[in-house]
DNA sequence: ATGCATGCAAACTCTTTGCAAACGC
DNA sequence: GCGTTTGCAAAGAGTTTGCATGCAT
């Protein structure tokens, strides 16, 4: 039983198969899902759920801020992030995996940013991008696809 | 004459008006805009212009390197920005509006995560979201539209 | 003159919405 | 039993693409 399915359950909102089966892909797995990840990875288990039964619940989890939009990497998808903690998200712009980073700096800046800007900071997407180090040395030999 | 006109020059791209007048306007404007943005803000000039070359000139321009796509800011829509040094964005999630903080410690992270990740960092995209001074006590009074 | 860029329209992808049937509470 | 949630299909929005015409070089 994780955070966010205890989140939706204090809410009073119901606690159906799907909702806890996408509750529990999201807080277990260290990809940044999408939509479509979750829906895919799902389908075994549940042969008729929906991807508009996903896409509503991620917007109902995020608009509760139990998870956050990530933007997306490079694959024109929104991910989500149910790691709420200020950290850095580091972005393949050849593979489009992403993968976390934590650094004590990025909350001495949310600190600063909110005391500066007169800003009432809710959250906060910090992406670099570049090339993994996977991806590095295959970019160098010129190879393609992911 | 400005860098990202350079820029194409340089690549050996030909420098068509629409080209030379989006330049400008992404150059010149401070609000991150859209390609709609942008379609709307020449439309009075180039009554022909179509959304298409738009959207195929921040394509050129985005895979130069000359401007840097930053997500969208709550309204489903790519902004870019032509400023690359790096800095934070912030987003207002009621009005939508994005401005610039500047802060020095966004360079230190970026030389920690390069050092660290093994990354090859090619850019980042910084966004704290929340509301701004504006929209605070809007937000408060529970006021409606933007 | 050459061939890249434009503009139009259609296509494409991701996401949202409407509504009847199903199900959690 | 009531009202929310699901699942399907269709709609919606942003972005991309194909191709003939036009224009920068």
Do not use: W
């Not at 600063?112 to 590095?136: F, M, T």
């Amino acid at each position: 039983m994780n955070r966010l399915i205890i989140g939706l359950k204090q809410a009073g909102l119901r606690l159906t198969p799907q909702r806890v089966a996408i509750c529990k892909v999201l807080a277990e797995s260290k990809d940044h899902p999408t939509a479509m990840m979750i829906y895919h990875q799902l389908l075994p288990q549940f042969p008729t759920l929906s991807l508009a039964t996903v896409y509503k619940t991620l917007n109902v989890l995020k608009s509760m801020g139990l998870v956050h939009a990530i933007g997306d990497a490079g694959d024109g998808a929104e991910h989500f992030d149910a790691d709420l903690t200020p950290h850095i998200n580091l972005v393949c712009v050849r593979c489009h995996r992403v993968v976390d980073f934590d650094e004590q700096l990025v909350q001495e800046i949310q600190h600063i940013v909110e005391q500066r800007s007169g800003y009432e900071v809710q959250g906060a997407r910090i992406v670099y991008y570049g090339l993994c180090p996977d991806c590095r040395p295959a970019q160098r030999n010129g190879k393609e696809s992911a």
